[in-house]
């Protein structure tokens, strides 16, 4: 049985997508290729119960990193291409958005997308960036707060001694 498509616009879009998918994949692949060089000459020297999980962990790391068709399928291409190219932007404090300007056309950018993410990537990658440096601002992106002049509120850990703290039974009655 032959898949059916609602139109032929679908279909040039995902080819396009899975093309700009393509695009950042080779972006990344050199610095990809000295993560795994340096993890393999890292992994020598551990146990194989170390090993193993460092390596999946690394190749876990490396498929967050990339743009996945499937699960990108409602990527925004032109919003990840004006922060993949570094247009310039501003911060639109009404719509919690940055809006990117393309000649006289406006591209929204959501602060905590997977294209301001992703096109960060690619850019950093395009610079030659390691894949450590990238890892770090891709997470920092994830973290960062709505806008630039939102507050960051770290999260709360509670530690065994707080929660034993807070948990203790409270004296009652007066003092004095």
Known sequence: MSE???????????GRLVAEAQRHRELLRKPV???RRRLVVHARHLQPM??????TRAEERIADLMIDPVRHRELDLDAYRAV???LPTRWDARWLR???QSGSREISIGPHSAERRLGIIARLAARD???EQILTVASVVIAHPAGPDAAVVPPVRATRRAEALTTAAQPTGTHG
């Open 129 to 131: 960036v390691e894949i």
């Open 50 to 55: 170390q090993r193993s999980p460092l390596l």
């Open 98 to 100: 940055f809006i990117a």
């Open 4 to 14: 059916l498509r609602s139109s032929t616009s679908d279909h040039s879009a995902e």
């Open 84 to 86: 993949r190219d570094g």
């Open 33 to 35: 290729e000295d993560y």
